[in-house]
């Protein structure tokens, strides 16, 4: 019979081969409470996906605050995902404010507003990709604080921001711009050429920025990678896979617009492995 928690590997399989694949290197005792967390990661990442107007997606997202205040309408536990993620926080108490903030900031994936700045654009990310690493790591650590909050932040910040650009193409078919406003303006990008699919110096030029940000926060993660005990290393692997989707992105015929960047599962496998490798060492 399948339990909750198996639900919510099910789905992180299906809907986030990254984290799956680095959730397998934890230990089996934890293992679970990742795969929770993940889970409802998904949950909320994907209402825009399941909902056609911004109003049902407010809906389905409040569901989730009152879940967490322990007010949500209807048995919380008939929803598999969570029900794991209520025994997950139970177990190793986690910040529920940190779960509220996540939930938060995807209310601006709901709408088509633009991304102000470079600065918003890093909050964004932070309250969900460096938070979801920051929360792993409590897992990993057994409910303990495990001191890699800046960690988490550059971490989180160089994997969110490298995911935004992969997906570029698929937001901009729905006029949906993660890009900030200040970094398109600085190079003169024009929004109604991006939104009909046509790639021009200026964006190119606005991506090669972004690229380079990207960058700096994997510079910070190095250097703060001591910090990172073998305990907590698979919290952080999906950091692993940046260089290789920047690699992808520049190219020759890449095209930000309509190009796919993807890796093969063997080789996300040998980049995850080879990564864990080098943050124990």
């Known amino acids: 019979m399948q339990t909750n928690f198996d639900h919510a590997q099910a789905l992180v399989r299906q809907l986030d081969p990254d984290r799956y694949l680095t959730a397998l290197l934890a230990p089996e005792e934890h293992r679970g409470g990742l795969m929770a967390l993940y889970a409802f990661n998904m949950e909320v990442a994907r209402v825009r996906e399941l909902v056609r107007d911004p109003l049902p997606g407010e809906v389905r997202l409040q569901w989730w605050r ?14 598999p995902v969570a029900a794991a993620l209520a025994t997950t926080i139970d177990r190793y108490r986690l910040p529920v404010a940190a779960l509220q903030g996540l939930i938060d900031a995807r209310v601006f994936d709901l709408y088509d507003d633009p991304m102000p700045t470079l600065h918003d654009l890093e909050g964004y990310t932070g309250e969900t990709s460096s938070a ?7 897992i990993l650590a057994g409910g303990d604080e495990a001191g890699t909050c800046d960690l988490a932040g550059h971490a989180g910040v160089a994997y969110g921001l490298t995911g935004l650009l992969r997906a570029l193409p698929w937001h901009a078919s729905r ?33 090669a920025e972004m690229r380079e940000h990207v960058r700096h926060h994997l510079g910070r993660v190095k250097g703060l990678k001591t910090v990172c005990t073998p305990a907590i290393v698979p919290a952080f692997l999906p950091v692993t896979l940046v260089e290789a989707f920047l690699g992808k992105m520049e190219q020759k015929g890449y095209d930000p617009l309509r190009s796919e960047v993807s890796l093969s599962q063997l080789r996300r496998q040998w980049l995850i492995w080879r990564g864990a490798r080098r943050l124990l060492t």
């Open 66 to 79: 009152d879940f967490l205040a322990g007010s949500a309408h209807g048995d919380a536990n008939a929803n």
């Open 132 to 138: 979801l690493m920051q929360l792993a790591s409590i």
């Open 175 to 207: 006029r949906q711009l993660y890009l900030p406003a200040d970094v398109l303006d600085r190079h003169g990008v024009d929004r109604e050429t991006l939104f009909r699919g046509e790639a021009t110096q200026e964006l190119g030029a606005a991506l």
